[in-house]
């Protein structure tokens, strides 16, 4: 089984384009199911680029297909997020240093919102990829580090406030990041996901300047490129 330094996955061709531009080297691009991959290099780094497809059964079963496919030193998920906290603006790049379902719900068997059952509560990022994320290289204060939360539901004005009250720490949300951080725990493969955040949920969604899918995975990209460079 090759050894590659990382496997970067995001859902869409946006979120994964920001890698192909600097690549010295890019490998023919293969399709399993629903997801496409390539090797490529950046510098001295091999990476397997996935395009996942979006949501959480296509980010989960992209991820086992190249944890099958490759063997990485980690596994960093990319591209692109809604921003949940009230502190967080169009723009802001959020690393997750935690990650949860937020529309899992069993807590009527005696399990906390967001925890499948027979699995975590949640799944914390490997503390060595977080460490070279908040060393960061985004110098003008947009980096946040907290909590993500991934669901196949959209946050919207009618149930952001339910939200906000569960997971009071969350950052932002996603489609994808919870379900390959799931896939990372059963493989013992280390994990951090990186997302720009292109609108916020809720109310201020439709009062705040959306961003393009393609410039926030830009944003996000370059946080990622530093910690799989590194």
């Given amino acids: ?87 967080v603006r169009v723009g802001d790049v959020i690393v997750g240093d935690d990650y949860t379902y937020g529309f899992a719900d069993a807590t009527a068997f005696g399990y906390v919102r967001g925890q499948v059952p027979g699995m975590p509560v949640s799944y914390p990022a490997d503390a060595d990829l977080l460490g070279l994320a908040r060393a960061g290289v985004l110098g003008d204060g947009t980096l946040r580090v907290g909590q993500m939360l991934s669901g196949d539901s959209f946050v919207t004005a009618a149930n952001v406030t339910e939200v906000r009250e569960a997971f009071p720490s969350a950052l932002s949300t996603d489609m994808e990041s919870t379900a390959i951080a799931q896939v990372c725990h059963s493989f013992g493969v280390p994990f951090l996901s990186v997302r720009g955040v292109s609108d916020l949920c809720g109310p201020a969604a439709g009062e705040d300047f959306h961003l393009g899918v393609d410039e926030a995975a830009s944003r996000a990209a370059a946080v990622v490129r530093a910690v799989v460079g590194a």
């Fill in 1 to 87: 089984m090759p050894i590659v330094d990382a496997v970067v996955i995001g859902a869409m061709e946006e979120e994964v384009r920001p890698f192909l531009a600097p690549a010295a080297q890019a490998g023919a691009d293969v399709g399993a199911g629903h997801a496409r991959a390539r090797l490529v290099a950046l510098g001295d780094t091999r990476v397997l680029l996935v395009r996942s497809g979006i949501g959480l059964v296509n980010a989960a079963s992209a991820t086992v297909h190249a944890l099958t496919t490759v063997r990485p030193r980690a596994v960093v998920s990319t591209g692109s997020a809604g921003g949940l906290a009230a502190v």
